[in-house]
């Protein structure tokens, strides 16, 4: 689990779940490339900072976010649900 409470070693602040992404983004394209699914819920604005880091991710690794996302979808691994 993670709280806002906690600090982000990018810049020292409040820690949010992009942050957590980005320091395990290996780990969790491997892990939904062998077929984990991800589930995502709250604020709808939590969600363009989540998907900006995954999509710098894809980039920085020479991936396709795009289709990369397309694929997680379609294998139904890809779960939002925001208010």
């Not at 900072?49 to 990369?68: F, H, M, S, Y």
Request: with cysteine.
């Amino acid at each position: 689990a993670i709280s806002r409470e906690m600090t982000n070693t990018i810049d020292g602040g409040k820690l949010y779940v992009q942050h957590v992404i980005a320091q395990n983004a290996k780990e969790f394209f491997d892990r939904l490339d062998g077929g984990a699914s991800v589930y995502f819920c709250g604020l709808k604005g939590m969600m363009p900072p989540i998907l900006d880091t995954l999509e710098q991710v894809a980039l920085v690794n020479g991936l396709d976010w795009t289709t990369k996302l397309k694929e997680w979808k379609a294998n139904h691994q890809w779960h939002v649900e925001v208010y």
